[in-house]
């Protein structure tokens, strides 16, 4: 942790990609703290970045120019994948981290994230990698897309909902509250969007063409408009097409 090389100037100005790396950590990151020598010693900060993914993990580190080792833990849940995580202990990187918001404890006391607007895109791309989903599904035959984001703050979700849907020129989303059963029964909180929302949220966090992104969530978007132009050809021009909808669900959960 402490000692190794990292960009110590990441989190102190915004940029495109420290945006991202930012949203990602809201979703799947967390600050904790320890003291050196006696109970009232010296404070010591650390921060972690957690992915299930290893090659995207990877990506962040080279972002930032980590060279903190990634290590492997399993999730503790049974139904769970193991999963890679970063420790960085850069007090300065820390304290950046919490002049913007992420705190000790941040699942009990996050609060909205300010965020310029030109660089909104990137820190919603980076939530929504690590606390998004998005899911192709089938009403009476017609294929749907719906995406959903979901966090243990109803404080950060609601101004999150609220900036976003600005951004997108649509109606505010409802907060729905539901329970994490494997999690302690821990209380979450999520708002979904669906099929146009989704194709606006898409170009919104697609549209500048990112180096940063989790693939497998992006191809979701991409079978999307494959499957929408299909069905919009075979109910429009059934004579000049000979194949079938996929009848597959495409899903990435949070």
């Keep these: 942790m402490r000692g190794l090389p990292i960009n110590k100037n990441f989190f102190g100005s915004w940029s495109s990609n420290m945006s991202y790396v930012l949203g990602f950590i809201v979703a799947d990151g967390c600050i904790g703290v320890k003291r050196i020598g006696k109970k009232d010693g010296m404070k010591q900060y650390f921060f972690n970045i957690t992915s ?137 909180y999520d708002i979904c969007f669906y099929i146009d929302d989704c194709e606006k949220l898409a170009e919104f966090m697609y549209g500048n063409n990112p180096t940063l992104y989790l693939p497998r969530k992006r191809k979701v978007f991409e079978k999307w408009k494959l499957m929408k132009r299909r069905h919009y050809i075979k109910q429009n021009y059934p004579s000049k097409v000979g194949w079938q909808l996929n009848n597959k669900v495409f899903t990435e959960n949070y």
């Design 52 to 188: 299930k993914d290893r090659p995207h993990l990877e990506n962040i580190q080279k972002t930032m120019a980590a060279q903190q080792k990634i290590y492997s833990k399993s999730s503790g849940y049974t139904d769970r994948k193991d999963y890679y995580f970063i420790q960085i202990g850069h007090q300065e990187i820390c304290k950046d981290l919490m002049n913007l918001g992420i705190l000790p404890r941040k699942t009990y006391n996050l609060n909205p994230i300010k965020v310029p607007d030109k660089y909104f895109p990137d820190f919603v791309r980076g939530f929504f990698d690590g606390d998004g989903s998005v899911y192709i599904y089938k009403v009476n035959k017609t294929p749907q897309i719906k995406v959903g984001f979901v966090s243990s703050s109803l404080s950060f979700i609601t101004g999150f909902n609220q900036q976003l849907c600005k951004n997108l020129n649509i109606s505010t989303k409802s907060v729905h509250r539901k329970i994490d059963k494997q999690r302690v029964r821990m209380i979450l």
